[in-house]
């Protein structure tokens, strides 16, 4: 039976746990009030973007590889947006068994696969299965926030990649913040542009009629086509990257909330079984205390 001094001991230690795990859920809470408006005021830019990109593709004859892809399906390229710091639950292992899921489906039919990390931890997941297929590892770019010169960064190295004919195809893999409680990995297909918006928004109900509209529209080009897809498609994939590393920043924080709540609850769970302990073992102790007294008395 543990004394009434390690009792003691391990009360003040949760206590402090619980300190601490209080404090992070409210320093998480704080960040995701303006996460979650990034999110909210990202979305529509993103979405129209992605529809006016997805019609436009279809009415043109481009060959620019940003679009069309080298038009093989032999090296796939995963661009996988995860954290750099933990206590989140399952918000990284779950994107990570995500990737590394499709890409063992991959692997097993022929393909070849490499990965572009953004973030610490799924690196550190990542590396333990398919060290030698990751190109590169972007960790403490979302330091402090996300900002759209570091998805720059990202877009960068993947046309680097692409125009060095290292990949055919290119999926980003990203938590999507749907709500406080729920953070669902998605991947999304930025290289050659998939055929159609994202099946896996949030707001799906609402893009139908959008849609048709933007499917019909007729487009005309000043100076020229190449002209204007030259810019809008590097544009394009660094706005789709910064929109993941938003989404994954909100899910990040509410994550931790939830993580951490959830810790705090069991912390004080746990010291109040500890309490009951110590306060059982010390009556215990009393009570034998008692009885040598009376003992000894009843000996004289």
Do not use: W
């Given at each position: 039976m543990a004394s009434l001094k390690?009792?003691?001991?391990?009360?003040?230690?949760?206590?402090?746990?619980?300190?601490?795990?209080s404090a992070m859920k409210m320093v998480a809470s704080a960040k995701?009030?303006?996460?979650?408006?990034?999110?909210?005021?990202?979305?529509?830019?993103?979405?129209?973007?992605?529809?006016?990109?997805?019609?436009?593709?279809?009415?043109?004859?481009?060959?620019?590889?940003?679009?069309?892809?080298?038009?093989?399906?032999?090296?796939?390229?995963?661009?996988?947006?995860?954290?750099?710091?933990?206590?989140?639950?399952g918000f990284n292992s779950n994107l990570a068994r995500r990737a590394l899921n499709d890409a063992r489906a991959l692997k097993k039919s022929g393909k070849k696969v490499k990965f572009l990390i953004v973030g610490r931890k799924a690196?550190?997941?990542?590396?333990?299965?398919?060290?030698?297929?990751?190109?590169?590892?972007?960790?403490?770019?979302?330091k402090p926030v996300p900002e759209y010169q570091h998805a720059k960064i990202v877009s960068s190295k993947i046309i680097e990649m692409l125009n060095a004919?290292?990949?055919?195809?290119?999926?980003?893999?990203?938590?999507?913040?749907?709500?406080?409680?729920?953070?669902?990995?998605?991947?999304?297909?930025?290289?050659?542009?998939?055929?159609s918006v994202d099946s896996d928004k949030v707001n799906d109900d609402k893009q139908d009629s959008n849609e048709e509209k933007y499917s019909k529209a007729i487009y005309e080009y000043d100076p020229s086509e190449d002209a204007i897809l030259m810019a809008l498609l590097p544009k394009n994939l660094i706005v789709q990257l910064y929109s993941a590393m938003l989404e994954s920043f909100a899910g990040e924080q509410a994550a931790r909330m939830t993580a951490m709540d959830n810790a705090t609850n069991n912390a004080g769970d746990m010291i109040h079984n500890l309490q009951i302990k110590f306060n059982r073992t010390r009556q215990a102790?009393?009570?034998?205390?008692?009885?040598?007294?009376?003992?000894?008395?009843?000996?004289l």
């Open positions: 390690d009792l003691k001991s391990s009360i003040l230690s949760v206590q402090s746990t619980k300190r601490i795990t995701l009030k303006k996460a979650t408006d990034n999110v909210e005021e990202s979305r529509p830019y993103v979405t129209e973007m992605s529809k006016m990109i997805t019609n436009l593709s279809k009415g043109t004859s481009s060959k620019n590889p940003l679009l069309v892809g080298t038009g093989q399906d032999k090296v796939h390229l995963f661009v996988v947006v995860s954290s750099d710091r933990g206590l989140c639950g690196n550190v997941i990542i590396k333990n299965v398919f060290e030698n297929d990751i190109v590169e590892a972007f960790e403490e770019l979302n004919g290292e990949f055919d195809i290119c999926t980003m893999y990203y938590n999507v913040f749907v709500n406080a409680l729920e953070q669902r990995p998605t991947p999304k297909q930025i290289i050659p542009l998939a055929s102790q009393i009570t034998g205390e008692l009885i040598e007294i009376i003992s000894g008395a009843e000996a």
